[in-house]
C-alpha cells in the first residue's frame, strides 16, 4: 500500500501524471494559409515517445521506493538526468522548428517534473536523515542505560 501522505509521493504522482499527459499532448502546432492546423504530437516521435516512457517508467518506480529512501533518491537523481536530457532535446527542436511551429506549454512539463523531482528529493533526503537519527539515538539510549 502505497502511503500518500508523505510530501515526496505526492510530488511524484503530479510529475507522473505530466508525464503520462506528454503521451496525448501537441508539442507544437502550425496554422497554414488555408486555415488549417498541423500539430506535432510528442508520441508522433521515436525519441519523444522513449524519454516520456522511461521518464514515467522511473518516476513511477521512485513512488515504489517509498521506505527506501535513499534508493528513492538515486533513481529520482537518474529521472532528472533523463528529464534534462528530454527537455534539451525538445528545446533543439525548438530552434529548429521555432519559424514555422508555435510550441505548447506541454514542451515545459519535463522542466516542471525536475523541479518537482528535486522538491521530492529534498523531502526524501529528510525522512532518510530523520530515520538515521532515529536509529542513532535508539542505539545511544541502550548503551547508556547499561
Known sequence: MITWPR????????SAF???????????????????RLCIKFSEHLQFLVFTFISLALCIAAIFYRKQYILQVRVCIID??????????ILVAFFQLKSVYTFKVAALFPLVCIVLMFLAIRYSWKDATDVIARDFSRKMGKKSTH
Do not use: H, K, P, R
Not at 7 to 14: D, E, T, Y
Not at 80 to 89: A, E, K, R
Open 7 to 14: 510530501m515526496q509521493n505526492v510530488l511524484l504522482a503530479i
Open 18 to 36: 505530466l508525464l503520462l499527459s506528454l503521451f496525448w499532448s501537441e508539442m507544437c502546432y502550425a496554422t497554414g494559409d488555408d486555415g488549417t
Open 80 to 89: 532528472m538526468l533523463v528529464l534534462l536530457g528530454y527537455q534539451i532535446w
